[in-house]
């Protein structure tokens, strides 16, 4: 009978713990993909508010920042080191616009949404490059507004 108890309580710590946790998301930062050079990929994820999303520079000569005016009220920019991989835990609900910084001319964009869009038409009217608004339009398509 007490085996059964800790047993029974060992399970339920480790479903809290795992629930605590959130999920986690890997995002590659490529040379090439298969939606051509210089990538993000997946470029689109939707993750719940405290799941992680970890950048990873598969190929060298890549980070991972948000562009200024694509983020969330509230929520916190970053902008990771160049060749490193860097991981985040987002908890503010919104559209988070992501680009290479040293591939940006070139369209290298992601869009991380989390829980509902709310600022799905302030991130829209944001200026960006234009090989970036091509890549980006396509990227919005995708996107439930709430």
Same mark, same amino acid.
């Given at each position: 009978?007490?085996?059964? #108890? &800790?047993?029974?309580?060992?399970?339920?710590?480790?479903? =809290?713990?795992? &629930?605590? &946790? *959130?999920?986690? +998301?890997?995002?590659?930062?490529?040379?090439?993909?298969?939606?051509?050079?210089?990538? %993000?990929?997946?470029?689109?994820?939707?993750?719940?508010? *405290?799941?992680? +999303?970890?950048?990873?520079? =598969?190929?060298?000569?890549?980070? $991972? @920042?948000?562009?200024?005016?694509?983020?969330?009220? *509230?929520?916190?920019? %970053?902008?990771?080191?160049?060749?490193?991989? %860097?991981?985040?835990? #987002? =908890?503010?609900?919104? /559209?988070?616009?992501?680009?290479?910084?040293?591939?940006?001319? #070139?369209?290298?964009?992601? &869009?991380?949404?989390?829980? =509902?869009? @709310?600022? +799905? @038409?302030?991130?829209?009217?944001?200026? /960006?490059? $234009?090989?970036?608004?091509? /890549?980006?339009? *396509?990227? %919005?398509?995708? +996107?439930?507004?709430?």
């Amino acid at each position: 009978m007490k085996s059964v #108890l &800790l047993a029974t309580i060992a399970a339920v710590m480790m479903m =809290t713990t795992g &629930l605590a &946790l *959130g999920e986690e +998301v890997e995002i590659k930062m490529l040379n090439k993909g298969t939606k051509g050079k210089m990538v %993000f990929e997946p470029d689109f994820v939707t993750v719940n508010a *405290g799941d992680k +999303v970890t950048f990873v520079p =598969t190929d060298k000569g890549h980070n $991972a @920042e948000i562009i200024k005016g694509m983020i969330p009220p *509230g929520a916190e920019t %970053f902008k990771s080191k160049v060749n490193s991989q %860097f991981s985040v835990t #987002l =908890t503010e609900s919104g /559209v988070y616009g992501i680009r290479c910084t040293p591939h940006y001319g #070139l369209g290298m964009v992601a &869009l991380i949404v989390v829980g =509902t869009a @709310e600022n +799905v @038409e302030d991130a829209k009217v944001v200026k /960006v490059s $234009a090989k970036a608004k091509k /890549v980006f339009d *396509g990227l %919005f398509a995708q +996107v439930d507004a709430p």
